[in-house]
């Protein structure tokens, strides 16, 4: 069955490029779920700590950027909406990084809360 | 006259060549990042100060929540799938895919009311300590946002069943609403491995 065009025609479509698009998004999926189960796996398989977190933050980085960059259009659209976007990910990056300086040193000494035994 | 009038109106969306709401999508994701960034920030935080507190690797299903970000990232595959209908003004699979995404999304809900239940019959509650206020509080709001996202995209099949629409505007506003979406996913893929994942490194029998 063909697909029912609007009522409106589209201007000009490029639609091989969408057809491009049809296949790049197809492979990222298979890659996102390929990713994902080896990230499940991962943290069965006997490699040390250190190894296995740095794989798992590199995968995670990984996914977040392909779906930002190609499912996002990121990749196709102007360099303000990365800026748009990137503004907001250096406060929340720095959020942490900070928070962490302050508060997850060792020199501070955390809040005692009744029932909980701090670090 | 109305050609003029027309590319006059065109061209108030278009002020820095991008179109007005794609640009404040944009910028609204950014904030939301800062707010997810926070919600993180601070379970991370708690996680570090009292590490002792709580162990939720006998809580948390590694296969449950596997299932559910795969969910995530397929709804997220349609979505992109539909926002390329739409741009090739196939308004018909644009509607297949949309009910698609709908669908992983509900799953999804699902999965996750599932989870907080067993936690809740279990002892963890927001009230319970730092770790289940945080984790309550953080996938909690992420919930809340694939819940606005579903309802986004059953109206958008709502004003899309008769099959008069106007074809820029259907285009950008399928983009915008594909955006919301894939931010939902990509707050997800952090989620699960800084909240699911990490708390089993050297609890498995695995890594050591």
Known sequence: ?119 | MSTAADASAHDAHHNLMVDNKKLFMWLFLGSDCMFFGTLISTHLIYRKLYPEEYDPTHLFSLELTSFSTFILLMSSFLMALAVSAMHKGELKSFRRNVCGVIFFGLIFLGCQVYEFTEFVHEGLTLQSGTFGSTFFLLTGTHGVHVAIGVIWLLCMLFYTQNGKVDAHESAVDAEVAGLYWHFVDIVWIIIFTVIYLIEFIGKTGGAH
């Open chain 1, 1 to 119: 069955m063909k697909d029912s065009p609007l009522d409106i025609p589209l201007p000009s479509i490029d639609k091989s490029g969408e057809n491009k698009k049809y296949h790049a998004f197809v492979n990222l999926a298979l890659i996102l779920a390929a990713v994902t189960g080896i990230e499940l796996v991962l943290v069965y398989l006997p490699f040390s700590i250190a190894f296995v977190y740095s794989v798992l933050i590199a995968l995670s980085l990984f996914k977040f950027i392909a779906v930002i960059a190609w499912f996002m259009h990121l990749i196709y659209d102007k360099l303000i909406l990365t800026l748009a976007f990137g503004t907001g990910m250096a406060i929340a990056t720095g959020t942490y990084t900070a928070l962490l300086f302050l508060l997850g040193s060792d020199r501070v000494a955390p809040v005692e809360i009744p029932g909980i035994v701090p670090m």
